[in-house]
C-alpha cells in the first residue's frame, strides 16, 4: 500500500498526478480498508504462548499448549 501512494504521487496523467484522481483516492482507500481489517482480525484472533511462543489461532485459548503441554493459563492474547 504504501508503495502505491508512493507511486501515484509521482506518476503523471492528463497534466496532473494521479493521486488527485478520485478513482485512485478510492482505490487507495480500498487498499488502507483490507489491510487494516487483515490486521485488526489476526490481532483479535490470536493468543500466543508465554512459555514457548507458540502462537494459536481462534477466539478461544487451547486446552493446552501443543508443543511445551502449558495449560490454557500460559496463553494470552496476542
Ligand atoms: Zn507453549
Known sequence: MEYAID?????RAFGTKIAN???????I????????TS????WKAAWR???CGHVH?????PD???YCFFPKTAFIKN
Open 29 to 36: 482507500a480500498e487498499m488502507y480498508q483490507e489491510v487494516e
Open 64 to 66: 493446552e499448549c501443543p
Open 7 to 11: 507511486y501515484a504521487k509521482k506518476r
Open 21 to 27: 484522481f478520485q478513482a485512485i483516492q478510492h482505490k
Open 39 to 42: 490486521r485488526l482480525l489476526v
Open 57 to 61: 489461532y481462534g477466539d478461544e485459548a
Open 49 to 51: 504462548c508465554r512459555i
